[in-house]
């Protein structure tokens, strides 16, 4: 009888302690964690008020519950999740789970020890009995409907955003803040843009400026306020604060610059205040190639402007636009520029090509491309666009007019092939496999590697061919690489790509991914048996879309997080303009069990449980994101801040832990 008391008796100091010091998951506000009012940070999530430590019987009530809650959910999540695997159920059936507490008791009974290492152990066995349950579920129920959704392939073309409609967003938000600002006193409009969520909308925010440069208010990042950024620039050297200012004296309109990793789309407007002129604004991120080049232009033109006000030879400025893993290099967008004569004096690409004249170069359909863009030049201050056709495919080059100390006239460009995309890099992979069926290997080389003819080229898409041991065997881009063993390339992140690329490579096609001269590569490949040897036909893209781009960027995470330790992974994603920032496009991490890792580069949140995180329609989106990458690659729209929001999540063990990784972007 004494026995059984005993038993009992440490059979309930057992639950109330394991659950005082179990980790509380947060419930349905941010009060607790962000300071009370309109000063949240995090876009809209809603958590618990975390209990005072000081009021322990409050505490003690609170653990209780928590308790019979998380037995509630773990039921509710075994009857989601589970899925027919070796007998297992289906989801939607009731399944009963089988409670042991008399083995728990007599672990903590027949142990010996004094009471301090009883809790200790108690709540070590509960921590990690929750783990393991918890990664247990995802590794058991994931193992078929994993592979099923790898193998359906999310495409990005699935995906929208729509630029015009983000467009007049941006219009209508910094005209009504214009309204604020006339009809309140300044410092009121300015705490009200700065600090509350009056004027945020989905990742637009009001930035203000006087005239000297001076940041009045900024909706993103308070700490820039009463700083001077007049002479700030961004990647590519272009001083955007000074560019905005000159914008709105000159009537109002469009900037484009280097914010965060990416390039932004700012409108801009002149103010006034009780006699004070003010610079307005709110901008967002199109993620196109368009807004892309065009930064890199004025960036160039900028840094030939500073060198030639430095009176340093105009020559230093060409000779950094035309190096190949510069400031001015993107993926595959890179500056070139020639003198009005024709003489090109900087190429990103192609350095070989400086000192040769093309002024007579034309395309297939008799265009003189470089005649035309000094004769657009020679019309305007202002840049401009010309489209003509490059290696079978449309192209669109945007060039600036800069002069030299000697009044000697030049061009700085760079252009994009806008066809260029997915469905091209498919359809030429497939073109290529069925030419070397019929030709084999050696006609292969022939017809992909030399420049001869087009047929094996669009734009910049051209194809290569490795064997299984990552030699190349023929290499549309560069016939010089023939040869070369890649098995061992890493990308930015120390991605074994080549690898990668062959060991995923089928006869149906796929896709891998890597991040290469700082912007993120899709190739997409296809695996030949000629019979005495089998080969991979590869073709690689850069993204030209805000999905596209959401998509890689989560998939380079989660494979930094894959091939380093955590703590240097969560660190990268963390960082402010860190290279897991493009833009609005950033990192959220959480466990199985929703404790976040990383929440972009909102630091309050590391190491607490967001599980039960609201979006502006009261949904549980993490617990929502959990779910879903439990199943596969997924794509979840949620709303916050007032807008409807896409959101790429997968998963990924390591070290028999779960991590989710999950990135979006506004509508």
Same mark, same amino acid.
């Given at each position: 009888?004494?026995?059984?008391?005993?038993?009992?008796?440490?059979?309930?100091?057992?639950?109330?302690?394991?659950?005082?010091?179990?980790?509380?998951?947060?419930?349905?506000?941010?009060?607790?964690?962000?300071?009370?009012?309109? $000063? #949240?940070?995090?876009? =809209?999530? !809603? *958590?618990? %008020?975390?209990?005072?430590?000081? /009021? &322990?019987?409050?505490? +003690?009530? @609170?653990?209780?519950?928590?308790?019979?809650?998380?037995?509630?959910?773990?039921?509710?999540?075994?009857?989601?999740?589970? $899925? #027919?695997?070796?007998? =297992?159920? !289906? *989801?939607? %059936?009731?399944?009963?789970?089988? /409670? &042991?507490?008399?083995? +728990?008791? @007599?672990?903590?009974?027949?142990?010996?020890?004094?009471?301090?290492?009883?809790?200790?152990?108690?709540?070590?066995?509960?921590?990690?009995?929750?783990?393991?349950?918890?990664?247990?579920?995802?590794?058991?129920?994931?193992?078929?409907?994993?592979?099923?959704?790898?193998?359906?392939?999310?495409?990005?073309?699935?995906?929208?955003?729509?630029?015009?409609?983000?467009?007049?967003?941006?219009?209508?938000?910094?005209?009504?803040?214009?309204?604020?600002?006339?009809?309140?006193?300044?410092?009121?409009?300015?705490?009200?843009?700065?600090?509350?969520?009056?004027?945020?909308?989905?990742?637009?925010?009001?930035?203000?400026?006087?005239?000297?440069?001076?940041?009045?208010?900024?909706?993103?990042?308070?700490?820039?306020?009463?700083?001077?950024?007049?002479?700030?620039?961004?990647?590519?050297?272009?001083?955007?604060?000074?560019?905005?200012?000159?914008?709105?004296?000159?009537?109002?309109?469009?900037?484009?610059?280097?914010?965060?990793?990416?390039?932004?789309?700012?409108?801009?407007?002149?103010?006034?205040?009780?006699?004070?002129?003010?610079?307005?604004?709110?901008?967002?991120?199109?993620?196109?190639?368009?807004?892309?080049?065009?930064?890199?232009?004025?960036?160039?033109?900028?840094?030939?402007?500073?060198?030639?006000?430095?009176?340093?030879?105009?020559?230093?400025?060409?000779?950094?636009?035309?190096?190949?893993?510069?400031?001015?290099?993107?993926?595959?967008?890179?500056?070139?520029?020639?003198?009005?004569?024709?003489?090109?004096?900087?190429?990103?690409?192609?350095?070989?090509?400086?000192?040769?004249?093309?002024?007579?170069?034309?395309?297939?359909?008799?265009?003189?491309?470089?005649?035309?863009?000094?004769?657009?030049?020679?019309?305007?201050?202002?840049?401009?666009?010309?489209?003509?056709?490059?290696?079978?495919?449309?192209?669109?080059?945007?060039?600036?007019?800069?002069?030299?100390?000697?009044?000697?006239?030049?061009?700085?460009?760079?252009?994009?092939?806008?066809?260029?995309?997915?469905?091209?890099?498919?359809?030429?992979?497939?073109?290529?496999?069925?030419?070397?069926?019929?030709?084999?290997?050696?006609?292969?080389?022939?017809?992909?590697?030399?420049?001869?003819?087009?047929?094996?080229?669009?734009?910049?898409?051209?194809?290569?061919?490795?064997?299984?041991?990552?030699?190349?065997?023929?290499?549309?881009?560069?016939?010089?690489?023939?040869?070369?063993?890649?098995?061992?390339?890493?990308?930015?992140?120390?991605?074994?790509?080549?690898?990668?690329?062959?060991?995923?490579?089928?006869?149906?096609?796929?896709?891998?991914?890597?991040?290469?001269?700082?912007?993120?590569?899709?190739?997409?490949?296809?695996?030949?048996?000629?019979?005495?040897?089998?080969?991979?036909?590869?073709?690689?893209?850069?993204?030209?879309?805000?999905?596209?781009?959401?998509?890689?960027?989560?998939?380079?995470?989660?494979?930094?997080?894959?091939?380093?330790?955590?703590?240097?992974?969560?660190?990268?994603?963390?960082?402010?303009?860190?290279?897991?920032?493009?833009?609005?496009?950033?990192?959220?991490?959480?466990?199985?069990?929703?404790?976040?890792?990383?929440?972009?580069?909102?630091?309050?949140?590391?190491?607490?449980?967001?599980?039960?995180?609201?979006?502006?329609?009261?949904?549980?989106?993490?617990?929502?994101?959990?779910?879903?990458?439990?199943?596969?690659?997924?794509?979840?729209?949620?709303?916050?801040?007032?807008?409807?929001?896409?959101?790429?999540?997968?998963?990924?063990?390591?070290?028999?832990?779960?991590?989710?990784?999950?990135?979006?972007?506004?509508?």
């Amino acid at each position: 009888m004494n026995r059984q008391f005993i038993r009992f008796g440490v059979l309930g100091i057992f639950v109330v302690l394991c659950t005082m010091y179990a980790q509380e998951p947060l419930s349905d506000n941010l009060d607790g964690i962000l300071p009370a009012g309109e $000063t #949240e940070e995090i876009e =809209a999530i !809603e *958590v618990s %008020e975390l209990p005072d430590q000081a /009021e &322990e019987s409050v505490l +003690e009530e @609170d653990a209780q519950e928590d308790e019979a809650g998380a037995q509630e959910t773990t039921k509710e999540t075994s009857e989601e999740v589970i $899925t #027919e695997d070796a007998g =297992a159920l !289906e *989801v939607g %059936e009731e399944a009963s789970v089988e /409670e &042991e507490p008399a083995q +728990e008791v @007599d672990v903590v009974d027949e142990i010996e020890v004094p009471e301090e290492e009883q809790v200790s152990a108690a709540k070590e066995l509960a921590e990690k009995r929750k783990r393991e349950d918890s990664d247990a579920i995802i590794r058991d129920t994931a193992k078929v409907k994993v592979a099923s959704r790898e193998q359906e392939s999310i495409s990005p073309a699935d995906l929208t955003f729509d630029i015009e409609k983000k467009r007049k967003e941006t219009v209508n938000i910094v005209h009504r803040a214009m309204r604020e600002l006339k009809s309140q006193p300044l410092d009121i409009a300015c705490n009200r843009f700065s600090h509350t969520k009056k004027f945020i909308f989905g990742d637009l925010y009001i930035f203000l400026f006087d005239m000297n440069g001076t940041c009045l208010a900024h909706g993103d990042d308070a700490h820039l306020l009463w700083q001077n950024l007049y002479n700030l620039t961004d990647w590519v050297g272009t001083p955007f604060i000074k560019h905005i200012i000159k914008k709105a004296k000159s009537g109002g309109g469009w900037v484009t610059y280097g914010w965060h990793n990416a390039t932004k789309l700012a409108y801009v407007q002149l103010v006034e205040k009780d006699g004070v002129a003010y610079a307005i604004g709110s901008g967002y991120y199109p993620h196109s190639k368009e807004e892309a080049v065009v930064n890199i232009v004025k960036g160039g033109v900028s840094m030939l402007k500073r060198i030639k006000k430095e009176k340093d030879p105009i020559d230093w400025a060409f000779s950094r636009m035309s190096y190949p893993s510069g400031q001015f290099v993107a993926g595959n967008l890179y500056l070139y520029a020639l003198d009005f004569r024709g003489t090109i004096m900087a190429q990103g690409e192609r350095p070989g090509l400086i000192g040769s004249n093309s002024w007579n170069y034309k395309d297939a359909n008799g265009v003189y491309v470089n005649r035309e863009i000094v004769k657009k030049l020679k019309m305007t201050t202002e840049g401009v666009w010309v489209e003509y056709i490059s290696k079978r495919a449309k192209k669109k080059a945007y060039a600036e007019k800069v002069k030299g100390s000697d009044g000697k006239e030049y061009f700085i460009a760079c252009g994009y092939y806008p066809e260029a995309d997915r469905a091209q890099t498919i359809e030429l992979v497939r073109k290529g496999y069925q030419f070397m069926k019929m030709h084999g290997k050696s006609g292969a080389v022939d017809a992909f590697s030399h420049r001869r003819s087009d047929e094996f080229r669009y734009g910049d898409l051209a194809l290569m061919v490795y064997d299984l041991k990552g030699h190349i065997i023929a290499d549309g881009s560069n016939a010089d690489n023939v040869g070369r063993n890649m098995y061992d390339a890493q990308d930015e992140d120390g991605f074994m790509y080549i690898q990668n690329i062959i060991a995923r490579a089928t006869k149906e096609g796929s896709w891998t991914n890597a991040k290469i001269k700082g912007a993120f590569q899709s190739t997409y490949t296809q695996r030949i048996d000629l019979g005495i040897a089998e080969y991979v036909i590869a073709c690689s893209y850069y993204p030209v879309s805000k999905p596209e781009t959401m998509m890689l960027l989560v998939q380079s995470g989660a494979s930094y997080l894959k091939a380093n330790p955590r703590e240097k992974a969560f660190a990268e994603f963390v960082k402010r303009d860190g290279r897991f920032q493009r833009g609005d496009l950033k990192l959220v991490v959480v466990d199985a069990m929703g404790l976040c890792y990383a929440y972009v580069d909102d630091m309050d949140l590391i190491w607490r449980n967001i599980f039960k995180a609201k979006d502006d329609d009261g949904r549980l989106f993490i617990k929502l994101f959990i779910n879903e990458a439990k199943q596969g690659p997924s794509v979840v729209n949620i709303k916050l801040n007032g807008d409807q929001k896409t959101n790429f999540v997968t998963s990924l063990e390591k070290e028999g832990k779960t991590y989710v990784v999950s990135s979006g972007y506004y509508q």
